[in-house]
């Protein structure tokens, strides 16, 4: 069973940084691409930042503050973001393409999963 678990997140003033970041679990061959969402209360859950092998790609709202990057080693995701604006305040939510064994197929196969989720709040 593949978990994603997110940490970090909390309470900040603008202009402040924080540094969330989202460890992967479990029994797994693979991760492909990993990303960071959020959702604000009332609105819909929107794409901050993902990461490839060798790529990144931001919102447009986030560029030039936040900064993702990951440590393939310890599994982790992290995404820095500095300069928060109190539209930032949102739920972050961490996910993966995760490639691990089907038992009952006996293959490989990818599969996308998303951690429970950070509060992130920043205040004016």
């Known amino acids: 069973q593949v978990q994603l678990v997110e940490s970090g997140g909390g309470l900040m003033q603008a202009g402040g940084s924080l540094r969330v970041s989202c460890v992967v679990s479990?029994?797994?061959?693979?991760?492909?691409?990993m990303g960071w969402y959020r959702q604000a209360p009332g609105k819909q859950r929107e794409l901050v930042a993902e990461?490839?092998?060798?790529?990144?790609n931001y919102a447009d709202s986030v560029k030039g503050r936040f900064t993702i990057s990951r440590n393939n080693a310890k599994n982790t995701l992290y995404l820095q973001m500095n300069s928060l604006k109190p539209e930032d305040t949102a739920v972050y939510y961490c996910?993966?393409?995760?490639?691990?064994?089907?038992?009952?197929?006996?293959?490989?196969?990818?599969?996308?999963?998303w951690g429970q989720g950070t509060q992130v709040t920043v205040f004016a």
């Open positions: 996910t993966a393409e995760v490639i691990a064994l089907d038992q009952a197929l006996e293959v490989l196969i990818p599969r996308h999963y």
């Open positions: 479990g029994n797994f061959f693979k991760i492909n691409t």
């Open positions: 990461i490839g092998d060798d790529s990144t």
